[in-house]
Structures are given as structure tokens and as C-alpha cells.
């Protein structure tokens, strides 16, 4: 920022704007634990930076536990090292296979076959029944009444053993699906386990105290001072025109002052002049505020402008001229110098008389 008196201010750098708002409204925590965040920026090579070096502060927070939160945390901490190893032993180690699926046709054939074993005794005890009741009522083996009727025995049986077979089938497909899901539970059981360690469930308390804080407004603080310096250096720059244009007003009276520069309309009478002086109010009067020079508060005094255009005629009703005061003033006491001139003869004729 611009501090010369002289010079307009500098506006605020942004990128110096931002990386003090930044600094200062980001917040360093600190727990008990030792656990905690710690702000900066990453350098050219890629390295972090904490910044605040050179003894210049920075902001932080850092929680302080009570005696009986350090007691639970110190028994926590272990008890969850001890867990997140149990939990890695039991569900990463000896994490169930992938759910697996045997051949379809080897579980219809063990149901299959176990279904028929079952069944094998009945079938055969009703061909032993059906021969002996053929052969019972004289129909000899071979012959067509025996055939005919030992043959509809078989294709019964047949039709058995073909319902079994394809309910076999069915069922295996079931029995597919219940051990799949038997085996996808487990694991999946153990991946959930793994997801809830290593996604942070299962992690003793820590008491980190909030990163937030008080938001400052570096940006418009910047601004509200570059503007405060900004008017400040226009004030003082209008100060020093108006102080100068009142030199030159003054110069150029001076340096104007000849007679072939002037149209010449009498003399003043310093009669008339000694009488308005004296006439004139004079006070004691401060200039209003934005009513006068910069930074002029003090106390002055001398006579009205609308008073001396009044008496004078000169000038006007909101501003002396300087050439103008000047004048009456050179006036007055030129009229009282003849006044004292003549007091003082006047006095030296009575002492000779």
C-alpha cells in the first residue's frame, strides 16, 4: 500500500489479500491423541509447506480432555488396536473362497440316487408280487397274458423312475441356489466386516476440536483501507491545489500590480476608509465542517464577507479578496497616520505658544 503523503495509494494485491485471508481464517486443531490437521500449501516440487515461520503466529485450537475422558481413551485405544487386528485375523486371513457352484448333473445324480434308493425296494417287491400272482392264476412266464401284464408293470415303474429323474433335476437347481447363497452370505459377511475396518467404524474416539471459526473479511478490510487512503490523498492533493491556486491569486496580484496593467478610476479616501474599518464587525469565528481548508479546526478572526461586500461594495457576499482587504487596510492606516501627523503638530504649536 502507498503511505507517501504525496502520491495516490497502491490497491490492494489480491493474491497477497487472499493468501492472508487464507492464513488467518484457517485453523490448526490439536487432540489429546496427537492426532490433528495442520494446514499449508504444496510447494513447486510438490512438498508440503506449513507456513508461519519466523515466529509469526498462526491460528489454532487444541481440545484439553477431562481426567475421565483420558481414562476411556486410554483403555479404547488398545481395546481397538487388539479389535482391527481380530477383525484382519478372522475376515482378510481367513477369508472365505468365493461362493462355488458343483455340476448341476452330479447333484441331480445324488438326489437322484438317493431318491431311488429309497424307492428300489417298493419296485422290486411289486415285480416279486405281480410274478407270483401271474403265476398263481396258471399264466406261464413268456406266454402273452403274462407279458401284456408284466410289461404294464414295468412301464409304471418306468414312468416312476422318470418323475424321480426330473424332480432330481429340479431340485438340484435349487440346491444349487441355496448352497451359492449360503457360501455368498459368509463371504459377504467377511467383505462387509473388512469395509467397515478399513472405512473407519471401528476407530477409538478422538477428540479433534472444530477447524471453524471466526471468518474475517481481509478482502473488504483491504479495500476499506485502500479507500481511507485513497480520499485521504485526494483531500491532502485538494489542499495543496486550493493552497496553491490562494499563492497564485496573490502572486499574481503582486506581480500585477504596476499601473499600466490596472485601468486607474481614483484614489481611495483613507477617511473613508479609517470609518468602514472601524465600522466593521469583527469576530471570532472556526470554519464549519467541509466549510474549509483541510484540517483547518481552528480558532480565527476577522470580519464576514457578506459584512465587507456591505460597507465596501467590494469583493462579494461569500469571499474577501485578499487584494481587496489589503487595500481597505492600507487605506484605514494611511488615514491614521495623517490623523496622528496632525495630532502631533497640532500638540508641538501649543508647547511653543
Do not use: C
Not at 121 to 133: C, F, K, V, Y
Amino acid at each position: 500500500m502507498g503511505k507517501g503523503g504525496s502520491s495516490a495509494p497502491d490497491p490492494p494485491d489480491p493474491e497477497k489479500t487472499a493468501a492472508a485471508a487464507s492464513y488467518w481464517n484457517t485453523y490448526d486443531t490439536y487432540g489429546p491423541d496427537g492426532a490433528g490437521v495442520r494446514h499449508g500449501y504444496t510447494d513447486a516440487s510438490g512438498q508440503f509447506v506449513q507456513p508461519g515461520g519466523g515466529g509469526r503466529p498462526r491460528q489454532a485450537k487444541q481440545y484439553f480432555e477431562s481426567p475421565t475422558e483420558r481414562a476411556i481413551r486410554e483403555k479404547l485405544n488398545p481395546a481397538s488396536v487388539d479389535f482391527t487386528e481380530r477383525m484382519i485375523g478372522d475376515n482378510v486371513e481367513n477369508l472365505p473362497d468365493p461362493g462355488r457352484v458343483a455340476g448341476r448333473g452330479n447333484v441331480a445324480q445324488d438326489i437322484f440316487d438317493r431318491n431311488y434308493s429309497m424307492m428300489q425296494p417298493a419296485i422290486e417287491q411289486n415285480n416279486d408280487r405281480l410274478i407270483s400272482n401271474l403265476q398263481a392264476r396258471g399264466l406261464p412266464v413268456g406266454g402273452e397274458a403274462f407279458n401284456e401284464a408284466y410289461g404294464a408293470q414295468q412301464r409304471e415303474t418306468q414312468d416312476t423312475i422318470s418323475r424321480l429323474a426330473q424332480d432330481a433335476n429340479v431340485g438340484a437347481g435349487q440346491e444349487q441356489s441355496r448352497q451359492l447363497a449360503m457360501d455368498q452370505s459368509v463371504r459377504q459377511n467377511a467383505m462387509s466386516e473388512i469395509s467397515a475396518l478399513m472405512g473407519g467404524v471401528y476407530q477409538a474416539p478422538s477428540k479433534l476440536p472444530n477447524a471453524g471459526g471466526p471468518n474475517i473479511d481481509y478482502a473488504g478490510m483491504a479495500n476499506q483501507q485502500f479507500r481511507a487512503q485513497q480520499a485521504n490523498a485526494q483531500r491532502e492533493q485538494q489542499q495543496r491545489q486550493n493552497t496553491a491556486n490562494t499563492i497564485g491569486h496573490i502572486g499574481a496580484a503582486l506581480l500585477k500590480s504596476a499601473g499600466d496593467s490596472k485601468a486607474m478610476t481614483g484614489e481611495v479616501d483613507p477617511h473613508w476608509a479609517g470609518n468602514v474599518v472601524q465600522a466593521m464587525p469583527i469576530y471570532e469565528w472556526s470554519y464549519l465542517l467541509g466549510e474549509g481548508p483541510e484540517g483547518d479546526t481552528a480558532t480565527h478572526i476577522g470580519p464576514l464577507a457578506e459584512d465587507f461586500h456591505g460597507l465596501t461594495g467590494l469583493s462579494g457576499p461569500r469571499a474577501i479578496s485578499v487584494i481587496d482587504y489589503l487595500g481597505l487596510l492600507l487605506a484605514a492606516l494611511q488615514g491614521t497616520v495623517n490623523r496622528v501627523e496632525v495630532l502631533e503638530n497640532a500638540l508641538s504649536n501649543e508647547r511653543v505658544h
